[in-house]
């Protein structure tokens, strides 16, 4: 049973920082792109980053050089940093597995809530 498990969201001023985290179970860690989505209130989930099992990242023209995808393989877990907050940020955030194979995602974590005040 694959699992992913967010931490780390919170209420942040505009201009600070906060890290999500997210813990994975099973083998999925080792073999998989992990990375993260998040959805605002009212519009469609939308990519933010994803790193490879070789480290190599990517990311959202709108988080670019803001937010840091990285991995921890002796923890299974990824994190997201997130620096220069802006309210446009708000959002529930999601840790992602992606499929091997074909393209999709495999397995999603419940969400955890960024809040971002002016």
């Known amino acids: 049973q694959v699992q992913l498990v967010e931490s780390g969201g919170g209420l942040v001023q505009a201009g600070g920082s906060l890290r999500l985290s997210c813990a994975a179970s099973g083998s999925i860690f080792s073999t998989n792109r992990m990375g993260w989505y998040r959805q605002a209130p009212g519009k469609l989930r939308e990519f933010v980053a994803a790193?490879?099992?070789?480290?190599?990242?990517s990311y959202a023209d709108s988080v670019k050089g803001r937010f840091t995808i990285s991995r921890d393989n002796s923890k299974n877990t990824v994190y997201l940093q997130m620096n220069s907050l802006k309210p446009e940020d708000t959002a529930v955030y999601y840790c992602?597995?992606?499929?091997?194979?074909?393209?999709?995602?495999?397995?999603w974590g419940q969400g955890t809530q960024v809040t971002v005040s002016s």
């Open positions: 790193i490879t099992t070789g480290d190599s990242t």
């Open positions: 992602a597995a992606f499929r091997t194979t074909i393209a999709g995602i495999a397995y």
